[in-house]
């Protein structure tokens, strides 16, 4: 379920400012603290934020936010990777897109080339090709409400037998020693698959990645074809 007008207002000045008061939203929204806190408590449910007595902060790790809010995070530096990586997609190819937010920005790409396929474990990057009338495949799996993919694996044996000629990742972190890692088991598996068997792979990240090290190798720069960073 999407945020309604209000409470994606309460998410930009949370982003903005890290921590807003009850008080203050109210003041600044022109409606009543109760109406506040009734959308404060509904949007720490679905994991936007915290709320403590008298307000909210923003949720102390991006990765654990929804993926309708991670969207909505580091948006422009993610439209200025989709654009780098157009020199890398041509015309009958069939290209890989990641469950991660920063993927979403590539499929807009995607259409601009002739009978380009898509193939993806993500239930969002599914709607959002559809938008764009690019033809997908979706694996099966198990359905990851957070991120809104599929996982486990029934998903990895799905993408085991896909040949996919582009592949294009995100994940949590990149370290100065050129580890790419994640905090996150299960898609991690799906990304090991897919790299497997996938002659171009190319991981695409924000500056808010860089320098971050998490349990769960992916893989090394130096295993992949590109790692765009802006």
Request: contains cysteine; aromatic residues 6%; charged residues 30%.
């Amino acid at each position: 379920m999407e945020l309604n007008e209000r409470q994606e207002q309460i998410l930009e000045l949370l982003k903005s400012k890290k921590r807003v008061s009850v008080k203050e939203l109210s003041s600044q929204l022109f409606v009543c603290e109760m109406t506040i806190r009734r959308d404060l408590s509904e949007m720490e449910k679905r994991g936007y934020l915290n709320r403590y007595n008298g307000g909210a902060v923003l949720s102390q790790d991006e990765g654990f936010l929804p993926i309708e809010a991670r969207m909505k995070l580091h948006d422009k530096e993610k439209k200025l990777l989709s654009d780098r990586i157009e020199k890398l997609i041509k015309d009958d190819m069939i290209v890989y897109v990641d469950s991660s937010s920063t993927c979403l920005h590539v499929i807009p790409v995607l259409a601009r080339f002739k009978n380009v396929k898509m193939v993806t474990n993500s239930v969002l990057a599914l709607l959002t090709a559809a938008k764009y009338h690019v033809p997908c495949t979706v694996c099966g799996g198990r359905y990851y409400e957070k991120d809104m993919c599929l996982v486990g694996s029934i998903a990895e044996s799905a993408l085991n037998d896909i040949n996919a000629d582009a592949a294009f990742f995100s994940a949590r972190g990149v370290s100065a020693d050129g580890l790419i890692t994640d905090d996150d088991e299960a898609q991690t598996a799906v990304r090991k698959v897919v790299l497997k068997n996938c002659p171009i792979n190319v991981f695409l990240f924000d500056g808010s990645k860089l320098n971050k090290k998490y349990v769960y190798t992916v893989c090394r720069e130096s295993d992949v074809a590109e790692v765009i960073i802006i």
